[in-house]
């Protein structure tokens, strides 16, 4: 028998992978890779103990916080940049295209099919700034792309989602257009305001851990998607919200902030974004993982 010493007990761990059962390939990367960084912060950090049982009861608690409406374990993912960061792998950016950014927790399934220019809104706020939306959407020769599908859904001048709020229509603010021949799409809603993530139980230990507030700048979310385009799932930011420069998610990515200017003379909105998109062509389909 070997004798296990904090030299070699990361060495004897990996060289075990497999050894009474069959381990694909890409199990053995992911927890070989998994070990090294595993053993190397607990060795970093020199891992006391009591600190590593803290750690256990806090995964426990972040588990029986989980249900239909709360996934503790993404929220935690968002709070520490994972999410993001996962994001970014998974849609490298390699030429023209619209860059992504998280779907976030708030996206639901269906929302209501309404036609170019309509109104996402059915709940009215007295302190809501009304906005017109509108763009094109091209592919990367610049050629407009006619029947993307365009889900928008966004937070009420209250700062919560409808879901998250009984006094609001079921899905305001929540709607699914389509481009037109030209490629354009237009949708009249509501300014976004900043809203904090939920900083309760784990999610508010960790940011307080961490000295961070909760807090996401004002946002316009998307889902673009078509046959043979890579589904795009973003968002569009107010260039005048606060904590655009410290998202609580680390979400916001510069070419995704979007000037809302006071809308011009023949649209009757408080504001008008004009915001283009540019989706990458993709032949197999792609489905949304969903939070
Ligand atoms: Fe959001």
């Given amino acids: 028998m070997s004798k296990v010493t904090i030299d070699n007990i990361t060495d004897t761990v990996i060289a075990s992978l497999g050894q009474n059962g069959d381990v694909t390939e890409r199990q053995r990367d992911i927890m070989t890779a998994l070990l090294k960084h595993l053993h190397g912060f607990c060795k970093d950090v020199n891992l006391q103990h009591n600190e590593f049982i803290d750690a256990c009861m806090f995964l426990a608690r972040a588990g029986a916080v989980c249900d239909d409406?709360?996934?503790?374990?993404?929220?935690?993912?968002?709070?520490?940049?994972?999410?993001?960061?996962?994001?970014m792998l998974s849609n490298p950016i390699e030429g023209t295209e619209s860059e992504s950014t998280v779907l976030g927790p708030f996206?639901?399934?269906?929302?209501?099919?309404?036609?170019?220019?309509?109104?996402?809104?059915?709940?009215?706020?007295?302190?809501?700034?009304?906005?017109?939306?509108?763009?094109?959407?091209?592919?990367?020769?610049?050629?407009?792309?006619?029947?993307?599908?365009?889900?928008?859904?966004?937070?009420?001048?209250?700062?919560?989602?409808?879901?998250?709020?009984?006094?609001?229509?079921?899905y305001n603010l929540r709607g699914r257009f389509e481009t037109d021949e030209n490629g354009h799409y237009a949708f009249r809603a509501v300014r976004p305001v900043p809203y904090p993530i939920p900083d309760n139980e784990t999610a508010g230990e960790l940011l307080r851990f961490m000295g961070h507030h909760p807090n996401r700048p004002g946002h316009m979310h998307f889902i673009l998607s078509k046959d043979g385009y890579r589904t795009l799932v973003s968002q569009i930011y107010d260039a005048d919200s606060a904590y655009l420069d410290n998202d609580s998610v680390f979400a916001v990515k510069e070419s995704l902030v979007a000037k809302f200017n006071k809308a011009p003379d023949g649209i009757d909105t408080d504001l008008h974004v004009d915001f283009d998109f540019v989706l990458k062509a993709q032949a197999a389909d792609q489905s949304i993982a969903a939070e």
Avoid: C, M
């Fill in 69 to 87: 409406k709360r996934q503790e374990f993404i929220l935690l993912g968002d709070i520490l940049g994972v999410e993001v960061l996962v994001d």
């Fill in 107 to 170: 996206y639901r399934e269906n929302p209501p099919v309404l036609p170019k220019g309509a109104s996402t809104v059915q709940t009215h706020f007295d302190n809501e700034e009304s906005v017109h939306f509108e763009g094109h959407v091209r592919d990367a020769s610049g050629a407009p792309i006619s029947g993307v599908t365009i889900d928008v859904w966004e937070d009420a001048p209250n700062g919560l989602y409808e879901n998250h709020d009984n006094d609001q229509a079921d």
